[in-house]
């Protein structure tokens, strides 16, 4: 039967939670006993806290990626140790939490142990609950395992085929053994991340196992992680990085982290509260130094700047590019967990600025800008007759061809309707006078039905309330009503 798990502490209160959308939780504390349980329940608002399971679930071709977020904090004085998180999931557009099932005597259904020793800290499975959550210690590693997971993506997904995944990089994998029907769709380094199989008749996958192995974090320091530039001692939020490519304009991924580190250096603070410093780097001598990776993969970040990258890393370097890396506390006794994350310009010395192709264009009617999606950009307008630096090739947006504007030699991101500066070709219905205004006539010349005419941009309104367009690639006032096409 599908539960709720609560463990009641003298101290907390610990939750094994299963709602249909929310992510689901297990908690467990130091001092556990008997478990409550309650069926399908939904958006508690009781304060339970300590082991929770949780994860954000995307779905691609029938993947869906199961992502456990898990944060063990170590023992601090006389407040235990506790392990907390969640699991969602979704599938074919249904949200689904983890569904999780007691383990003996209504605990928790998880499992922790040292990695050192193998020495049981929790173990919600054994017929006597082993509770020594008090012997967690920060920086120190353990190995967590949760039983009967499973999850219920609804009766319209009966008898799917689904492909569950670990994230890349995640310390947890699925281990035990598989439901029935079910098996190992990928294995990375020797461990199951990735599992298929149909879902049942009512949509539900349940019985599965995952493990992973976490440090312990220190929920006495409440320090970030803060960068530093090396050559000025000062916190920084943001970076700059000169690099130099090859004899080929080129570049590899390998040696863009490197240029990071030689000059920003991540590090927290762990003095306590009380303890504190002016803030500078180097005027505080109790602080932790952490690795700064990228944020996510290079090669992705890279490709989403139009940048492509080939099998041995190397990609044709831009004069100027960015890229996100971040540092996380983590794997050390004061370690908390926290990170921080910020983007860094690469500037490649021997490689010119480029400068977008452009040509002048005169605007024939008053124009505004537009962005990439045709949303108007602010209440500025180009007015006719005035010129435009533009890209010399139109670009289609919902239907309708745009220029985008040029600005000191880049593409500046909004676009003019091609229409009030090239003008559309319109044919006339009838015989049709040139005007120059309401009453009188530009010139003699009578345009005969059938011709074809360029207007540009909308219609004007005149004083006698009838519209015309504007015709010829000039600033006379030539203006044709707009009736006769």
Known sequence: MKKNLRIVSAAAAALLAVAPVAASAVSVNAADTTATTTANATNSNQDYSHINLNGNVTSTNNVTNVNPSFSLTGAAGNVAGNLTGSISATFNGTSATANLFNGQNGHAN????SATDNSVIYDGTASTVVNNLNRLVAGQSYNVVVNSVGFNFGANNAGKEVTLAMPKNSPFSFTGTLPTGWTAATTTNGNVTAIKGKLDNNGTVNGLTIGGKLTALDATNTNNVVFYNVATGQPATSGNVDVVANANGQLNVSALLPAVQSSYVAVQKVLGANNNTNGGRDDNPVVETYAIQASSDIADQLKAEGITV???GNFNAKHSFTLKVKSTSEGKATSNGKSAEMTV????????????????????????????????VGT???????????SPKTTTISGKAYYEVVENGKLSGKFINADNIDGTKRTLKHNAYVYKTSKKRANKVVLKKGDTVVTYGGTYTFKNGKQYYK???NTDKTYVKASNF
């Open 110 to 113: 998880v499992k922790i142990t």
């Open 310 to 312: 080939d099998a041995n």
């Open 345 to 376: 310009t690469f500037t490649t010395a021997n490689v010119a600025e480029e400068v977008a192709p452009s040509v002048s264009k005169t605007i024939m009617h008053n124009a505004y800008y537009y962005d990439k999606d045709a949303k108007r």
């Open 380 to 390: 500025d307008k180009l007015t006719r007759y005035n010129s435009v630096t533009v």
């Open 471 to 473: 015709i010829g690639n």
